[in-house]
């Protein structure tokens, strides 16, 4: 199940475990990713609350976090190669998360939803 | 300008033995102290220091060198939108470098500094002047500096009235320059925007209902970004005042108000200025600027210390001697220190020596003019350049690309295509309120020959653009460098010789 | 018209028949009157340039001449190099703008890519952003960039011996931050380490840096050793202020394992000016590169593959970030960046090193004279020192600075408290300035 926000992050839910980035339409409209800013393991994420930035050469973006829970996995190739986001932003997600409460993932959109908020010029 | 890019790097050209300055001797030796300075071995420096081992000429003409990649105002028409780019007078510098002031150490007690206080303390009030304000600190020493001064006189002015708590809001439009609410952050101020019309104005109506007792203040420019007189700005005033909250007015284009109108009159309480745009200091490549703040009466005791005083009589009553007349003080209800010292002082000895050359006669002339200027550029363009907001504007304005979006020429095209022929590149994608903002501002010290060439040159890259788009999109091509590539720069930075 | 303003009359009818309107008033047509300057500025008549020579020189009379300077505090009157001046000079360099156009800024972003290598070299630090206003504006955005770059970190212990100028700025820019400010006591003129470990052992958890001097506010070089390990076992930043030229002899921020070096370079041949301009750096290691505030300018190629400069990291500063950004800064003090590096660059590693040799002679020799009379001595006798000390006099420190200014133009230190007074030396005295301070020291009470 994959979830978005407003704020264009997604998350990918597979069990208590929710894998977060950024769309494929906000790394369009961002350009050349050439760093991500992400939290350590352990750290304990609110929703709505922001836990990293996205840059590109004449953008940044803030990252927030679409859940509450602890930060479980960190995407260390983003590291090296951002640009990955790039080449497949699905694919490559951010950071993977434990879901403290799924009631946080009922006021995010499904895909048939994003994309209308994307069509509409969000 | 050079064509050719001088690319070498001083460490390129260090040869070992080499070197470029004879330390003075003083004639003193070891043998001449009893106990032999020393430093214990585990706080000497172990690693050795690699600098550039360098003549004297080779060292001179590396730098010449350098420079002939650089454009500054003396090299050609400098149209950046926001910065004003005036001429910078050759006097000011003589009299920055004037030996009696370059020499003077920030401690010197004020008996012995007194020209040098006196200097300082004239600039003061010919800003008051100026601006329309009781009071003016010079300690901030750039116009982003001047702002956080600035909001922090607002901040403890609340406190002082047992609001400071309270009012943490600034209110900025959105169509001002990033660094408000950057100023406004590290100040500890929540920033919240206000919409601007279609002409950049603030709109009254939005602004009316966030206004409540969480507000410190707003922050604005006037003519704002897009050059346009901001008309609503006594009604706006009066609602902010009523409200319990400041006007900060930012200096970045007061300009176009020199000889027309003051911001004190207006009803801003706080303003900055800053000395390298309005009082032609050299831009140095981004520094060193200053950015002095004035206030209106009631809140000069929050200016940072220290403050240059003058005292016409002693705390008894006495006549003060002329050795006193000038004092620094340190309130200890001012806001704190934002500089160890009085701030850029060669700086403001520059923006002296350009008001006093100007005078008052100069400078009731120069805000027209700087608006003549732009005007005429504008008329003489907007039939090539998409102008978004016809009518009166002031000593900058905005097109929005070229009329003609068919060719895919954009701004960005076109300021590098301005590069080719000898001039710098206006402002360009801000303000944000247009896709292809293109913000040119002349300043009054450009000639009208100037200005027709450079007319001639913007509507011969309109030309180009429908007939050639290739070669407009592909600027620059005859300057030092081509384009550079930022993503990589950004990707794997390189940020010493070390790392390349 | 005035000489910088080129118009004639003619010029200005004609282009105001461009614009339509038929007077430069018109231009203002939307500006109320009640709004509109009512009378000329209160201010003289425009000058010649002799008058504004004239004005100067009269100002410059009203100070007392003062020719021998020691007096330091952080800002030290070491000599130049005329070449430094007559580079900094080129108009190319002086009336440009930041290098947004870096086709055509290739000389200031070339020398800004000087200065940040000779000053990661200098400092021992991975990298250095392109400069900050001075020496305290430095450190307090060090202990900003401290508190941004830990996450749930709020609290920054700074030592008692750093320069109260320099800590007046901190406690301002954290006062008003939010940023809260403890102060590591001093013990015998250093830092403590003991109440330091104390402090760190309490609230280590909140504490995101920890910023020491060195050279310290009364001259002392404080043995930093093992701080850096005790900062970072609490996983708070070690930040360093030190004075830029010391750096060619004294162990490096570097070397002691900082994580922040700043301070002021106005060491490094910058004239005194009464306060500036001078030059802020600020180093970091590269985990905190993108936690630099400022400008930082990086190496790249252009479109035909020629090496180039360019303003890189832009997604830190605030015109991108606007009130996320770490900083508000939005310059860097540009020439003075060109000054230093030239300096540097002319002087060389070598001439440093005589530099503070000579410094550090000059400094032993009047400490010895000032106390060979018995009427004045070492205020911590057993620290190690540079170039400045800390006097402790039998006499009025008041009676010393004013005798030796109004009879010898010289500044004698810098007063610390009635009987103390902090005094710095640099190779630019002489014996016979050391002599003659001592002379008029022996009549002061």
């Given amino acids: 199940m994959i979830r978005y926000c407003k704020t264009h992050e997604y998350i990918r839910v597979e069990g208590e475990k929710g894998y977060i980035g950024i769309s494929d339409y906000a790394q369009k409209q961002l350009g050349n990713v050439v760093y991500v800013d992400m939290p350590d393991l352990g750290d304990e994420l609110e929703k709505g609350e922001d836990f990293g930035a996205i840059e590109s050469v004449k953008a940044a973006s803030d990252l927030i976090a679409p859940v509450s829970g602890e930060v479980v996995e960190v995407n260390e190739a983003l590291s090296e190669n951002p640009r990955l986001i790039n080449a497949d932003a699905m694919a490559n997600w951010i950071i993977a998360v434990n879901i403290s409460d799924p009631a946080d993932l009922d006021d995010l959109m499904d895909q048939a939803a994003y994309d209308e908020f994307c069509a509409a010029g969000h | 300008m050079n064509r050719k890019v001088y690319g070498k790097l001083i460490f390129e050209l260090s040869r070992e033995g080499r070197r470029g300055y004879a330390v003075p001797r003083s004639g003193l030796t070891a043998d001449d102290v009893e106990n032999k300075p020393t430093l214990p071995e585990g706080m000497r420096r172990s690693a050795p220091l690699n600098l550039p081992e360098v003549d004297e000429p080779t060292a001179v003409r590396h730098y010449n060198n350098m420079s002939t990649n650089n454009f500054g105002v003396d090299t050609g028409f400098y149209p950046l939108g926001s910065c004003t780019m005036k001429y910078n007078p050759k006097i000011n510098e003589e009299m920055a470098a004037h030996s009696c002031f370059a020499g003077l150490h920030p401690s010197t007690p004020a008996f012995a500094a007194q020209g040098a206080l006196e200097l300082y303390w004239t600039l003061q009030k010919s800003l008051c002047e100026i601006g329309g304000m009781e009071e003016f600190t010079l300690n901030p020493f750039a116009g982003a500096q001047g702002e956080l001064t600035g909001l922090m006189v607002i901040r403890a002015y609340h406190a002082s009235r047992g609001e400071g708590e309270k009012r943490r809001k600034v209110i900025v439009p959105d169509s001002a320059h990033g660094t408000n609410p950057a100023s406004a952050a590290v100040c500890g101020l929540e920033v919240v925007e206000v919409k601007s019309r279609e002409d950049g104005t603030v709109d009254v109506a939005d602004l009316e209902p966030l206004l409540d007792d969480s507000v410190a203040a707003i922050m604005l420019t006037n003519p704002n970004t897009l050059g346009i007189f901001e008309k609503d700005i006594p009604r706006i005033a009066s609602l902010v005042h009523q409200a319990g909250a400041l006007m900060y007015y930012d200096g970045a284009n007061l300009n176009p108000l020199l000889g027309v109108a003051r911001p004190g009159d207006m009803g801003f309480d706080v303003m900055h200025v800053n000395l390298h745009k309005t009082f032609s200091t050299p831009h140095g490549g981004g520094g060193p600027g200053s950015g002095p703040v004035g206030v209106r009466k009631g809140l000069e005791k929050f200016l940072p210390n220290p403050r240059v005083v003058r005292r016409t009589e002693t705390p008894e009553g006495f006549p003060v001697k002329d050795t006193d007349r000038y004092a620094i003080e340190y309130s200890p209800i001012s806001l704190g220190s934002v500089s160890a010292t009085l701030g850029n002082f060669a700086v403001q000895a520059r923006a002296l020596a350009y008001i006093l050359t100007l005078g008052s006669d100069g400078l009731m002339d120069a805000g027209k003019l700087a608006t003549l200027n732009a005007t005429y550029i504008k008329e003489s363009l907007k039939d090539c350049y998409l102008l978004p907001i016809e009518g009166l504007s002031k000593h900058e304005f905005v097109f929005d690309g070229l009329r003609d979006k068919s060719t895919g020429v954009t701004t960005l095209n076109i300021a590098k295509r301005l590069l080719d022929h000898g001039y710098h590149a206006p402002t360009i994608y801000f303000p944000l309120l247009f896709h292809e903002s293109l913000m040119i501002e002349p300043t009054e010290t450009e000639s009208r020959e100037t200005l027709d060439e450079f007319i001639a040159a913007m509507r011969d890259i309109a030309r180009e653009a429908a007939e050639d788009p290739e070669t407009v999109k592909t600027a620059p091509h005859l300057t030092p460098v081509t384009r550079p590539d930022d993503t990589t720069a950004a990707l794997n930075p390189i940020l010493t010789f070390d790392n390349l | ?445």
Avoid at chain 3, 253 to 273: R, T, Y
């Fill in chain 3, 1 to 445: 018209m005035h000489r910088y303003f080129p118009h004639t009359p003619a010029d200005i009818k004609e282009m105001l028949d461009r614009c339509g309107v038929s007077s430069l008033d018109d231009l203002y047509g939307d500006v109320d009157s009640s709004l509109r300057l009512k009378q000329p500025y209160n201010l003289p008549q425009g000058m010649d340039e002799t008058a504004v020579r004239r004005y100067f020189d009269h100002l410059a009379k009203k100070n007392v001449t003062i020719d021998v300077c020691f007096a330091g505090g952080g800002f030290y009157d070491h000599g130049c190099p005329a070449a430094v001046k007559s580079i900094a000079s080129r108009s190319e360099f002086l009336t440009a703008y930041t290098p947004y156009q870096p086709e055509i800024s290739q000389g200031t972003l070339q020398y800004i890519f000087e200065y940040q290598t000779m000053m990661s070299r200098l400092t021992g630090m991975d990298i250095s952003n392109a400069s900050m206003y001075d020496g305290a504006t430095a450190t307090a955005e060090a202990v900003l960039m401290a508190v941004a770059s830990q996450r749930k970190r709020n609290l920054v212990l700074v030592s008692a011996t750093l320069s109260p100028d320099v800590r007046r700025v901190v406690d301002t820019y954290a006062n008003y931050h939010g940023v809260e400010l403890a102060t590591i006591p001093a013990e015998d003129g250093e830092t403590s380490r003991a109440e330091l470990a104390r402090m760190l052992d309490e609230r280590g958890k909140e504490v995101a840096g920890v910023v020491v001097p060195s050279p310290n506010y009364y001259g002392i070089i404080e043995n930093h050793e093992g701080l850096a390990d005790l900062c970072h076992s609490h996983k708070a930043l070690l930040i360093v202020n030190c004075v830029a030229s010391t750096l060619a002899v004294l162990k490096t921020p570097g070397e002691l394992g900082a994580d922040i070096a700043c301070g002021d370079a106005q060491s490094l041949g910058i004239p005194l000016s009464f306060g500036g301009p001078y030059l802020g750096f600020l180093c970091a290691t590269k985990a905190l590169m993108r936690k630099m505030p400022g400008r930082i300018v990086g190496a790249t190629t252009d479109s035909e593959g020629r090496r180039c400069f360019v303003l890189t990291l832009q997604a830190r500063e605030q015109h991108i970030r606007r009130e996320k950004a770490t900083s508000n800064i939005c310059s860097n003090q540009g020439l003075m960046t060109l000054w230093v590096s030239a300096y540097m660059s002319l002087v060389g590693a070598g001439g440093l090193r005589e530099i503070n040799e000579a410094s550090s002679l000059m400094a032993r020799y009047l400490l010895e004279k000032m106390t060979s009379d018995g009427r004045a001595r070492l205020r911590y006798p057993s620290k190690p020192f540079l170039n400045e000390f800390l006097l402790e006099t039998d006499y009025s420190v008041d009676s010393l600075i004013a005798a030796a200014i109004r009879k010898g133009g010289i500044l004698p230190g810098i007063k610390v408290d009635d009987h103390t007074i902090l005094m710095a030396a640099t190779e630019m005295q002489t014996r016979h300035d050391a002599d003659h301070l001592f002379e008029i020291a022996k009549t002061c009470v």
